[in-house]
């Protein structure tokens, strides 16, 4: 990650944002993912409730893993589990 870190803590959930990366922690998972939203590069919020990679532009959603669940994007999400 580079730049700023903003971090939210929910639930016993900590997410932490950067410009370009976000990392959701939870029960010693987590999962790395590139912010920028393959439709039109829009950042991705992390909706704990779901959890959901979701895009407030469009409504695209992905799941935990980067698999696209709704679009309008077409293409999946880069994650990468770290322990
Ligand atoms: S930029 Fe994300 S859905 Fe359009």
Redesign the pocket.
């Known amino acids: 990650m580079n730049g700023y870190l903003k971090g939210i803590i929910k639930k016993n959930k900590l997410i932490l944002y950067s410009r370009e990366h976000a990392i959701f922690i939870d029960n010693n998972n987590g999962y790395l993912v590139k912010r920028k ?6 950042n ?1 919020l992390f909706n704990s409730v779901e959890k959901t990679w979701d ?6 959603r992905f799941d935990i893993e980067g698999n696209v669940i709704s ?3 077409k293409y999946d999400i880069k994650t990468k589990s770290v322990k």
């Open positions: 939203c393959p439709h039109l590069k829009c991705l895009c407030p532009c469009h409504g695209s679009g309008p994007s």
